[in-house]
Nanobody
Framework: QVRLVESGGGLVQPGGSLRLSCAASGISFSGYTMGWYRQAPGKQRELVATISTSGLNINYADFVKGRFTISRDNAKKMVYLQMNSLKPEDTAVYYC??????WGQGAQVTVSS
């Protein structure tokens, strides 16, 4: 069974940090670019960050540069998103994606005081 499962979401105060994890199972992992996306209520899903198969090529959306860090562990079939200095506008459901096909079910991140 193909699965991408996100975890680590929750409620955090502005300025706080969260670390999202995405575990892949039932699919190959190391040969694919992985990405994190997010979708806020009433808005389209948008790209947050991508990481290449080796982890050497990383891209971030401008709105998270300097605050978020994407990483991966091919041996564990995991991809991570470290989120620091969180803002209320970062509130969204965060999804991981393998290549251009598989999506996870999403993890809610709420930034509020």
């Amino acid at each position: 069974q193909v699965r991408l499962v996100e975890s680590g979401g929750g409620l955090v105060q502005p300025g706080g940090s969260l670390r999202l994890s995405c575990a892949a199972s039932g699919i190959s992992f190391s040969g694919y670019t992985m990405g994190w996306y997010r979708q806020a209520p009433g808005k389209q899903r948008e790209l947050v960050a991508t990481i290449s198969t080796s982890g050497l090529n990383i891209n971030y959306a401008d709105f998270v540069k300097g605050r978020f860090t994407i990483s991966r562990d091919n041996a564990k079939k995991m991809v991570y998103l470290q989120m620091n200095s969180l803002k209320p506008e970062d509130t969204a459901v965060y999804y991981c994606r393998r290549g251009n096909t598989y999506w996870g079910q999403g993890a809610q991140v709420t930034v509020s005081s």
